[in-house]
T-cell receptor, first 113, second 116 residues
Framework: NAGVMQNPRHLVRRRGQEARLRCSPM?????VYWYRQLPEEGLKFMVY????????ESGMPKERFSAEFPKEGPSILRIQQVVRGDSAAYFC???????????FGNGTRLTVT | DQQVKQNSPSLSVQEGRISILNCDYT??????FLWYKKYPAEGPTFLIS?????DKNEDGRFTVFLNKSAKHLSLHIVPSQPGDSAVYFC???????????????FGQGTILTVHP
């Protein structure tokens, strides 16, 4: 898990604030995925990105959520105007190829107060 | 719509015995299945996978069995060790028009506790 770096590990935001979650994939990996785990549930796919491209965002809520993976720098998951229901663990994963097993980071635990 | 289900929230096993974790799925488009292990405050770690063209895959103490007709797979751990205590997630991937990538559908997880 140490290969995929996520920060911060814990993030506390008040309702209405913005949350920015960062993910640096493993070296050599150009495919990045974001998953969300709500309490007592499994992980749910949110978005799949390659460098500068969103490939599949079918799991992203229609509003307030966005993701990017720029040419330089980490992938960013951005949540605007957070609500209590956004409280969850957000996991980033990367792979060297589209059909390779995913390597997950240790997640960012977002708490909205 | 829970397409991947792990109906046992928890399982308790004695060290040295076999642990059997089960998973059922409903989507006929799933063609690749994986098991992940997760410790608290960490991300999931890939354990073992199986393609739909096989019915069994082994890796050391871990064996995954796939029954396509029943849409059922299971993970066998033998012998079980205390360090195996973790949450185990079953996951499945659909073949999207000939292109496969890491969009996985996860089950809810099973908490395995192996007692010394």
């Amino acid at each position: 898990n140490a290969g995929v770096m996520q920060n911060p590990r814990h993030l506390v935001r008040r309702r209405g604030q913005e949350a920015r979650l960062r993910c640096s994939p493993m070296k050599g990996h150009s495919h990045v995925y974001w998953y969300r785990q709500l309490p007592e549930e499994g992980l749910k796919f949110m978005v799949y990105l390659q460098k500068e491209n969103i490939i599949d965002e079918s799991g992203m809520p229609k509003e307030r959520f966005s993701a990017e993976f720029p040419k330089e720098g980490p992938s960013i998951l951005r949540i605007q105007q957070v609500v209590r229901g956004d409280s969850a663990a957000y996991f980033c994963a990367s792979s060297p190829q589209g059909n390779s097993p995913l390597h997950f980071g240790n997640g960012t635990r977002l708490t909205v107060t | 719509d829970q397409q991947v289900k792990q109906n046992s929230p928890s399982l308790s096993v004695q060290e040295g015995r076999i642990s059997i974790l089960n998973c059922d799925y409903t989507n006929s488009m799933f063609d690749y299945f994986l098991w992940y292990k997760k410790y608290p405050a960490e991300g999931p770690t890939f354990l073992i996978s199986i393609s739909s063209i096989k019915d069994k895959n082994e890796d050391g103490r871990f064996t995954v069995f796939l029954n396509k007709s029943a849409k059922h797979l299971s993970l066998h751990i033998v012998p079980s060790q205390p360090g195996d205590s973790a949450v185990y997630f079953c996951a499945a991937r659909a073949n999207a028009g000939g292109t496969s990538y890491g969009k996985l559908t996860f089950g809810q997880g099973t908490i395995l506790t192996v007692h010394p």
